[in-house]
């Protein structure tokens, strides 16, 4: 079976700080991609960042970058300079057989 | 682009009463879209995945004769709620989307409530 975990159910950090998401995850396929999504308190589902896991290099967007370690099964979101806007739950997702699999989540909190 | 609509954004409804919740893709075509439940502080379960033209698949545990699923065009899908029931309570959210990439595109969820 397929799954994904997310350690870190709560997470909250001050603004312009750095902070670091895990995720780890399991599959036998050979062709997947991984993502975040950001779900905000308006509940729309947003795509943050996505990672083909036939590609070595990390896959970056401004200020969001992950950390994909293939081999470790390993899919860690940074988001550099938090933001306010940046507050809202995560998840992390594997695609795999035309479907999602999904994380927890992990409800970020940024201060002011 | 790839704008994905859903209505209505809140229903309420009383029990044993049936609702309909419309899936939209506004700007591409989608052969497949998927819904989701999702309750309060947890991640989005899948229900049922439906492809254009063809009966939906749905996720075990899930009644396919009382979450009706229709893909009758390219843009739209509906899901309809039969003799709804307060269990039912939930945010629904559709999606469109899995292609080659995986990608799924979501709508902005519909709020139901059954009273």
């Known amino acids: 079976a397929q799954t994904v975990t997310q350690s870190q159910p709560e997470m909250s950090v001050q603004e312009a700080e750095t902070v670091t998401l895990s995720c780890t995850y399991d599959?036998?396929?050979?062709?997947?991609?991984l993502f975040w999504y950001k779900q905000p308190p308006s509940r729309q589902m947003i795509l943050v960042i996505r990672?083909?896991?036939?590609k070595q290099q990390n896959a970056t967007e401004n200020r969001f970058s992950v950390n994909f370690q293939k081999a470790a099964k390993s899919f860690s979101l940074k988001i550099s300079d938090s933001q306010l806007g940046d507050t809202a739950m995560y998840f992390c997702?594997?695609?795999?057989?035309?479907?999602?699999?999904w994380g927890a989540g992990t409800k970020l909190i940024i201060k002011p | 682009g790839a704008v994905v609509s859903q209505h209505p954004s809140r229903v309420i409804c009383k029990s044993g009463t049936s609702v309909k919740i419309e899936c939209r893709s506004l700007?591409?075509?989608?052969?497949?879209m998927f819904w989701y439940r999702q309750f309060p502080k947890q991640s989005l379960m899948l229900m049922a995945t439906?492809?254009?033209?063809?009966?939906?698949?749905?996720e075990q545990g899930v009644e396919k004769d009382k979450f009706l699923i229709n893909h009758a065009s390219l843009t739209l899908s509906t899901l309809t709620v039969t003799s709804a029931h307060p269990e039912d309570s939930s945010f629904y959210i559709c999606?469109?989307?899995?292609?080659?990439?995986?990608?799924?595109?979501f709508g902005p969820g519909t709020r139901l409530t059954v009273t």
């Open positions: 997702a594997l695609g795999s057989n035309y479907q999602l699999i």
């Open positions: 599959t036998s396929e050979n062709n997947y991609y």
């Open positions: 999606s469109a989307g899995g292609t080659s990439n995986y990608e799924q595109y």
């Open positions: 439906s492809n254009e033209g063809s009966k939906a698949t749905y």
């Open positions: 990672q083909e896991a036939y």
């Open positions: 700007d591409f075509q989608a052969t497949t």
